[in-house]
Nanobody
Framework: QVQLGESGGGLVQAGGSLRLSCAAS????????MGWFRQAPGKEREFVGC????????MYADSVKGRFTISRDNAKNTVDLQMHNLKPEDTAVYYC???????????????WGQGAQVTVSS
């Protein structure tokens, strides 16, 4: 079992940047694909992006492609989400997730963090 904890959320103006970090513990980090999802009030949790086990391959939702970058440090057991050119519609609780599978569906991931609030003001 793996425990995940996000940090780095906050309030930012539109056009600004934020970096979220997710720290993993309790299991071998390199066993897992890692994903980022977000959930806005009244909406379903949606895919943001994911990264494979060695960090060589990433995949993003069209809504964030070119603005967000996922990276992982397997030596530190962390996965980061760098967000640039933030928009008010990016406002949501952001979750990192770990799983034995790779993909855009929440069902691909077995473990979830508690979430970090990102608020983008216009």
């Amino acid at each position: 079992q793996v425990q995940l904890g996000e940090s780095g959320g906050g309030l930012v103006q539109a056009g600004g940047s934020l970096r979220l970090s997710c720290a993993a513990s309790g299991a071998t980090f390199t066993w897992f694909y890692m994903g980022w999802f977000r959930q806005a009030p009244g909406k379903e949790r949606e895919f943001v992006g994911c990264i494979n086990k060695n960090g060589a391959i990433t995949m993003y939702a069209d809504s964030v492609k070119g603005r967000f970058t996922i990276s992982r440090d397997n030596a530190k057991n962390t996965v980061d989400l760098q967000m640039h050119n933030l928009k008010p519609e990016d406002t949501a609780v952001y979750y990192c997730a770990a799983g034995a599978n790779w993909g855009r569906m929440t069902s691909a991931y077995d473990y979830w963090g508690q979430g970090a609030q990102v608020t983008v003001s216009s």
